[in-house]
């Protein structure tokens, strides 16, 4: 397994989630990202849906976060991550920040 890969993420945070600022209720955000994911599954391009819609500042680049080593990440992001073939979706990850969907790209 490769010590390197490249992701994009969506990330849409809740008010439960100990690392975000938002008033959404993890109910709500649940739903969203849920919706995203059947866009993304019916065929929107990941970097549009991560771009109209992720609370990050990555979704300025289409959710990239570039290249990352193991341990860059905080750790449910990360095993996520790493357990993605190339070109796979996750399904919804939970971390501090909220919920998130991983694209892995290399």
């Given at each position: ?58 979704s300025r680049q289409g959710g990239d976060l570039g290249s990352f080593g193991r341990g860059a990440m905080v750790p449910e992001f990360d095993q ?27």
């Open positions: 397994m490769s010590d390197q890969i490249r992701a994009s993420h969506i990330l849409v945070s809740h008010a439960d989630a100990p690392q975000a600022n938002t008033q959404l209720s993890a109910e709500d955000a649940m739903k969203q990202i849920e919706a995203l994911k059947t866009q993304i599954d019916g065929g929107t391009p990941f970097e549009q849906v991560a771009s109209e819609n992720a609370d990050c500042p990555s996520a991550a790493f357990d993605l073939d190339v070109g796979a979706l996750s399904g919804v990850v939970e971390t501090a920040f909220g919920y998130h969907l991983i694209y892995r790209t290399e």
